[in-house]
């Protein structure tokens, strides 16, 4: 019995798949360790963008390197500097910064949940941006080829169409708004915000 044992462990498919093994897990150690060191350099990167926000000095956008391998320091980072570029009141920069994190954030492999939060989130940005731009074409058009069938897509645009006076377009989106499974103060809110023609 031990002589058939060690005939085994003789046997070059033993000695085979043991090496395979072995290099196997040497293999997913080394990639292992380079995806940990490319995370590491992304989160530099992110930091000495984010250090430079901190400086009073104005930030030119085209000196600031925003490619980054992990979408998510893509979609901060651009984020923080269109927050910033907004509290300049620089409304067209910041347009520019949330329809690119916007449009990324369509295109990605993010999970689906995730993904209509953050995608709601930036659509109703740059609706209101639409709005303080007082560009009625981009909000528009934002509104037809990205419909979202939720109530805060329906109440911002309607929000948009009233401050365009297109109130007809803008009573429609109130009302289906209301559709949804709301509370009645919610129902009530969005009633408020109706235009009365």
């Known amino acids: 019995m031990v002589d058939r044992i060690l005939d085994f462990l003789k046997n070059k498919y033993f000695i085979g798949a043991v090496v395979a093994v072995f290099l196997g897990i040497l293999i997913n150690s080394v990639v292992s360790y380079m995806q940990g060191k490319a995370n590491e350099e992304e989160f530099k990167k992110f930091q000495e963008i984010n250090n430079s926000l901190s400086s ?5 956008l085209e000196d600031i390197d ?3 391998d992990s979408i998510g320091f893509e979609i901060i980072t651009k984020s923080v500097f269109a927050k910033k570029a907004l509290d300049e009141r620089n409304f067209s ?15 990605s492999s993010i999970s689906k949940d995730t993904k209509e939060v953050l995608l709601e989130q930036y659509y109703e940005n740059l ?3 639409s709005m303080e731009l007082d560009d009625f074409n981009k909000g528009d058009s934002l509104i037809k080829e ?5 109530v805060r897509y329906h109440d911002v645009a309607g929000d948009f169409y009233k401050h365009f006076q297109e109130n007809e377009i803008a009573i429609y989106h109130y009302d289906q708004a209301m ?3 709301i ?3 919610q129902k009530n809110l969005i009633k408020l915000k109706k235009p009365i023609i």
């Open 56 to 60: 009073e000095n104005s930030i030119n």
């Open 66 to 68: 925003f490619e980054f």
């Open 93 to 107: 920069e910041a347009f520019m910064l949330f329809e690119d994190v916007f449009f990324k954030i369509k295109d």
């Open 127 to 129: 609706i209101r941006l």
């Open 146 to 150: 990205n419909k979202i069938e939720t």
């Open 179 to 181: 559709l949804f499974d």
């Open 183 to 185: 509370d009645e103060s």
